[in-house]
């Protein structure tokens, strides 16, 4: 069965770099969703889009915006980026809730060093 | 705001014994609970889901229980193995919302 597919997977990038992140969700589902994970610490909400409007923000720095398309993929982009934005970053897809289950399904994650 | 906590921390077992990790949360209002699994620096993989209506989910040697009147979620590991060395995170849907509210985590180990 497809999975979530995010690129890339890894990713280096210089202080005040900027840094685009892709994830292209399950065929069908409708709502994606981002998070953060820190070293040691458990995922953080940022972001998360329905029918290509945002539905939910959560922890999301000014400097990040995220937008999704209309094949339903979606894109955080990531400026001026700081030291402590090093991290795991997830994404994750779903149906909307009025579906009848909107169980989130995660991509194996891109994990961003900010040097 | 919802917080959610896991205990214990970190649990180190010998092969072959039955374990409970506990997960608590302090708003009862959810929607669904979501176990997860973890492996050092991967993605997470999903386990199981409880929907607010059940009570327990079953798959394998796994089987999670929801009480939410009390706020609370165990998952159980039947017959423990060393593959089953990793950390397990609960999470919790929001009612009326739909983003995640994970756990602490807990980093469990299974020695031979």
């Known amino acids: 069965a497809a999975g979530v597919i995010q690129s890339p997977r890894h990713l280096i990038k210089e202080k005040r770099e900027t840094a685009t992140l892709k994830c292209y969700p399950i065929p069908r589902h409708d709502t994606v969703y981002w998070y953060q994970q820190g070293p040691g610490q458990d995922p953080q909400f940022l972001i998360s889009?329905?029918?290509?409007?945002?539905?939910d923000k959560g922890s999301i720095p000014d400097r990040f915006s995220a937008q999704q398309f209309s094949d339903y993929h979606s894109e955080l982009n990531m400026s001026s980026l700081e030291l402590g934005d090093s991290a795991l970053y997830f994404c994750?897809?779903?149906?909307?809730?009025?579906?009848?289950?909107?169980?989130?399904?995660f991509g194996p994650g891109t994990r961003l060093t900010v040097l | 705001k919802q917080e959610v906590t896991q205990i214990p921390a970190a649990l180190s077992v010998p092969e072959g014994e039955n374990l409970v990790l506990n997960c608590s949360f302090t708003?009862?209002?959810?929607?669904?609970l979501q176990w997860f699994r973890q492996d050092p620096g991967k993605g997470l993989t999903s386990l199981l889901l409880i929907q607010s209506s059940q009570r327990e989910q079953t798959s394998g040697r796994l089987n999670a229980s929801l009480d939410k009147s009390s706020g609370r979620s165990t998952l159980y590991i039947a017959a423990s193995q060393p593959g089953d060395s990793a950390t397990y995170l609960c999470a919790v849907y929001p009612g009326g919302g739909n983003k995640l509210t994970f756990g602490t985590g807990t980093q469990l180990k299974v020695e031979l």
């Open positions: 889009f329905y029918e290509k409007m945002q539905s």
């Open positions: 708003d009862s209002a959810i929607y669904n």
């Open positions: 994750a897809s779903s149906l909307n809730v009025r579906a009848g289950s909107n169980e989130q399904f």
